[in-house]
C-alpha cells in the first residue's frame, strides 16, 4: 500500500546530508494512567495539539511491513526511573502510538518547541502494544507488537454445542 | 537548582576550552560518501577551565560539589563566562586541584553546558 509522504519530507530524507531532525512522537497509554505518557525523541521538549511531549532521546524502530504482523523493539536509558517504573508497572499491555514528524515545522528558537503552522505527520503507526518489558537500573527496552488479526476468531460467533445444543441433538 | 556560590571566582583565569558536543548521526553506505543528519534540535558544549582559589574558596567549592551536586550528580546555574547568560552546568569529571603555592590552588574543571 503506498505511504503519503510530503515532498519535502521526502528530500530531506533521500539527500546526502540534511539539518532538519526526524522526531519521533511516542504516545503511551493505559486505563490505568491518569494521562497518556507522550515522549519525542529530542533534547527538548515539544508541544503539539496542547499536549506536552517530554524531550527524551530514545531508539525505536520503524514496525516491520512485511506478510507478519507489525513488530519492532524500543529501548531507552532510565535514567528517569518513573517512565519504567510506571511501564512495568502496568497489568496490561500499555497501548503506543508512533507518530514521525520533521524538526522543520516547529519553531526552533524557543523551549518547549511549538509548531509552526499545522505539522505535517510523516508516518503514523498506531494500535500498537508494547510487551516483553524489560526494565534494568539503566535500561528499558519493550518489544512493539501490532494487532494480530491471524489470531482473532472468525466469524466471532460459532454455533458450536456449547453456544446452540438444540442443533446438536 | 544549586547556584554556582557567589564566594568563588565567577570565571576562570586562562584555558576555557569550550566545544559543541557532536550532535551528528552518520550512516555509511557501502558506496560512495556516508550520509549525515542532524540528531537533535539543541546540543550541549563541553567546557573546561583553569581557576586559582584560595583555600577557603577550595574548600567551598569540594562541599559544593559533594553536598549540593550530590557528587557532581545534579545540576547548576552558572553565568556563562563567555556569552554572560545564565544556564545549566553539569560537572564532567571531579575538580581536580594542584597547590601552587602557599594557599593558592589552580583547580581544573571540566562541565557539560546542557541544551
Known sequence: MPRQISASFRRSVESRAAGDVDLAFLTISHPRLIEPIRLVSDTKDFTRDGARFIGFPFDVQLLSDDDHPPKAQISFQNVDQSIGETVRGLRSPPRLKIELLSSADFDLGVTPRVPLGTPTVEYTADKLFLTNVAVDALNVTAEIVGWNYLQRVWPGVRATQDLLPGLFR | ?115
Open chain 2, 1 to 115: 537548582m544549586p547556584l554556582w556560590p557567589t564566594t568563588l571566582p565567577q570565571a576562570p583565569i586562562y584555558g576555557w576550552v569550550r566545544r559543541p558536543q557532536r550532535n551528528v548521526a552518520s550512516f555509511q553506505p557501502d558506496v560512495g560518501p556516508p550520509k549525515y543528519r542532524r540528531r537533535s534540535t539543541a546540543s550541549g558544549e563541553l567546557c573546561s577551565g583553569t581557576f586559582v582559589m584560595t583555600g577557603e574558596q577550595l574548600s567551598t567549592l569540594r562541599e559544593f560539589y559533594r553536598a549540593d551536586l550530590a557528587d557532581g550528580s545534579l545540576p547548576f546555574s552558572w553565568v556563562d563566562p563567555v556569552d554572560q547568560t545564565m544556564s545549566a552546568f553539569m560537572f564532567e569529571d571531579s575538580p581536580e586541584d594542584v597547590a601552587k603555592d602557599f594557599n593558592i590552588f589552580d583547580v581544573r574543571v571540566a562541565v557539560r553546558r546542557l541544551p
